[in-house]
């Protein structure tokens, strides 16, 4: 009996194993991909950039998300300068809305304003709303499994596919085995992959609503020397949103 | 003065009255702005100061008021003479004895620029009062807003508030019809649009049509009575589409307007333009402009033609226009640009280098330097006048 149980065990503890020994980079950036795009998420965030010369610039939005990142409405909440500001971003960021209240116009921007920094910051519109990019966008390929940040990760490249028109050449992308949150993803150079342009650490990972979460993200910019921390303040997943809030009418509420 | 008083005395009573409810918002900006001129060998100088208080209160989820009061004080050169900055022949059609009528003056001002109620019914939304309207995919120009003209030097400044009833209708999540009614003195002269937008694609579309009196001036003759130039009030109706999108990368927009006249003729306006942002973060901007009810050859420019395009009654004198904008942030706080707006139809054209710092989260400064390269009698005249601007606005 005790046999049985101590059998039991090991084969409880080397399924995991074998399953993640057996994980190609196709299931790990699926698996990714899944935990980042939840069906429907709120999100209430500071942003915090931290300039070339030391100063500091604060921001802080409201975000909400639908159909696992397909559409995204980001409004700003401070400070007053773009307080009410709001993007709106429908198709995996395909197509963008921008809403200027002292102007009271609405502006559809063209995929390249994607590349446009948020805010100054170091987080482009592609890296806040590309939906499911990691998959229909790079090929992944795994590498050797590391550790870092004190987490036992697995290693991921993606390459962009030809027929992308992504702003990075390639993403190495350090996965956490135990909860398959991405804690560090490396971004590089549009037309030289060796040339490292970003580097994005996550932490103070928690469990909201069931979902492994990091409240904290860094986004490290290798060429200007500068980075922009954003702390998630509110978190609420698989909510009912309805998609009328992803629409023109509520871009200027 | 008493007036003055009065005027800001109400604002103040009625944000205590809003600040009794719940849910109420101060906020708006201080500006100070100071332009100068290069006018016959002389710098001359104007200095504004701008209070914009806005007040927002939602009574409900439902329920939105909105307003802003704005205070404005001149100082300087607050007295223009605008027969300063055209050709002698130009000049020579003010009737004798009029000369001290072109005058363009900046007197302190205090007004409310926009009020507003906006109730969100279930299937539409409802706004009335004072509000502003803006229509058009154009950068520079918008053919299709009979409501606003903007200044190309300052394009994204924010537009007065037109008194109005506007009813959005969403139909289903990807189009709007939009009824809007701006009331004059009856139902005739009163201003009447229709909008439906629509998406296709990744393209947004609109068709519009609007009916306003368009209030001409004949700057060549006064009006005892209104102690004003003549008005030649004249029904406009316009019809027109806009489009924005993507085509081949490049962000893309049109907006055409056909302007049927009641008495004059009729012309057009068409916008082209098209962006694009490379991967080292420049933007560039290119806008086309065409506009029927300007001319082809500058000398044709008349002393009507001058004045209504000063008092942005219309948008253009010369027939085609290009707008060219390119903007670089040197660094994460400074963004440095150029902007040139090149006349087609008399070859004249102007350099207007911008650039804008944030100082803090709340303040910005923004600048640019106006450069006239044509020839006297043209649109970009180097007589002009060379100047620029230099503004720092503080968010509360």
Redesign the interface.
Same mark, same amino acid.
């Not at chain 2, 962006?275 to 991967?279: A, L, P, R």
């Given at each position: 009996m005790k046999n049985i149980m101590i059998l039991g065990l090991v084969a409880l503890l080397t399924v995991p194993l074998s399953f993640a020994q057996e994980l190609t980079g196709e299931d790990i950036v699926q698996k990714v991909n899944d935990l980042m795009n939840v069906q429907t998420a709120y999100g209430k965030a500071k942003m915090t950039i931290v300039t070339t010369s030391g100063q500091k610039r604060t921001f802080i939005y409201e975000s909400w998300s639908k159909n696992k990142g397909e559409k995204n409405l980001v409004r700003y909440l401070e400070p007053r300068r773009v307080k009410d500001q709001a993007v709106l971003m429908l198709n995996n960021a395909d197509d963008i809305w921008m809403y200027f209240p002292r102007t009271q116009r609405v502006r559809k921007l063209a995929t390249h304003a994607k590349k446009q920094k948020m805010q100054g910051s170091d987080f482009s519109y592609e890296d806040m709303g590309s939906g499911d990019a990691f998959i229909t966008d790079y090929t992944p390929e795994r590498l050797k499994d590391e550790k870092i940040e004190g987490y036992d990760c697995y290693t991921v490249e993606l390459t962009r596919k030809p027929d992308s028109d992504m702003s990075y050449s390639r993403l190495i992308m350090w996965v956490i085995k135990e909860n398959f949150v991405p804690v560090v993803i490396d971004y590089y150079h549009e037309d030289d992959p060796s040339l490292q342009e970003k580097r994005l650490i996550q932490s103070d990972i928690r469990i909201i609503d069931d979902l492994p979460t990091a409240m904290k993200v860094v986004m490290l910019n290798k060429n200007d020397n500068t980075q922009t921390e954003m702390e998630l303040l509110e978190v609420k997943y698989n909510i009912q949103l309805d998609d009328s809030i992803f629409t023109e009418r509520s871009l200027k509420k | 003065m008493k007036r003055g008083i009065i005027l800001l005395v109400f604002p103040l009573l009625f944000s205590s009255f809003l600040l009794a409810q719940d849910k109420v918002e101060i906020?708006g900006?201080f500006e100070s702005q100071l332009m100068g001129a290069e006018v016959k060998g002389e710098f001359l100088q104007l200095y504004s100061n701008k209070l914009r208080v806005d007040l927002k209160s939602s009574f409900s989820e439902k329920i939105t008021f909105a307003a802003n009061f704005d205070y404005i004080t001149y100082h300087g050169k607050t007295q223009w003479n605008i027969l300063d900055f055209l050709a002698p022949k130009v000049v020579s059609e003010v009737p004798q004895g009029m000369e001290s009528f072109y005058v363009l003056p900046f007197s302190d001002r205090h007004f409310l620029d926009n009020a507003y109620i906006k109730i969100?019914f279930k299937h539409f /939304?409802l706004t009335v009062g004072k509000?502003?309207i803006?229509l058009g *995919?154009g950068y520079v120009w918008n053919p299709t807003d009979v409501f606003n003209v903007k200044d190309y030097l300052d394009p *994204? @400044?924010?537009?007065p508030g037109h008194n109005a009833i506007r009813l /959005?209708i969403?139909l289903g *999540?990807?189009y =709007?019809l939009t009824t809007l009614y701006s009331p004059d003195e009856n139902w005739q002269d009163s201003a009447k649009m229709l909008q439906f937008?629509g998406?296709i694609s990744?393209f947004?579309y609109s068709f519009i049509a609007i009916e306003k009196v368009w209030r001409f001036h004949d700057y060549t003759q006064f009006d005892m009575d209104s102690m004003n130039f003549l008005e030649l009030p004249e029904k406009r109706q316009l019809f027109g589409v806009s489009t924005?999108?993507?085509l081949l990368?490049?962000?893309?927009?049109a907006e055409y307007a056909y302007n049927k006249m009641a008495s004059t003729k009729d012309f057009y306006e068409l916008v082209l333009g098209t /962006?694009?942002?490379?991967?080292f973060?420049t @933007?560039v901007m290119i806008e086309y402009y065409r506009n029927t009810l300007g001319k082809t050859d500058f000398k044709e420019y008349n002393l009507n033609d001058w004045m209504r395009m000063m008092a942005m009654e219309q948008k253009a004198i010369s027939q085609d226009q290009v707008y060219v904008f390119i903007q670089h942030?040197a =660094?994460?706080?400074l963004n440095i640009g150029i902007s040139s707006i090149y006349s087609i139809s008399d070859n004249s054209f102007a350099l207007v280098p911008t650039l804008s710092y944030?100082l803090? /989260?709340?303040v910005?400064i923004f600048a640019y330097f106006n450069l006239n390269f044509g020839q006297e009698g043209k649109l970009f005249a180097k007589n002009m006048g060379n100047g620029g601007m230099i503004r720092a606005r503080i968010?509360?």
């Open positions: - | 906020f900006y969100a /939304d509000q502003q803006s *995919t *994204t @400044y924010e537009q /959005d969403p *999540t990807s =709007t937008k998406r990744h947004d924005a999108g993507e990368g490049l962000g893309v927009w /962006d694009y942002t490379f991967d973060q @933007y942030p =660094t994460d706080l944030s803090s /989260d709340n910005d968010y509360f």
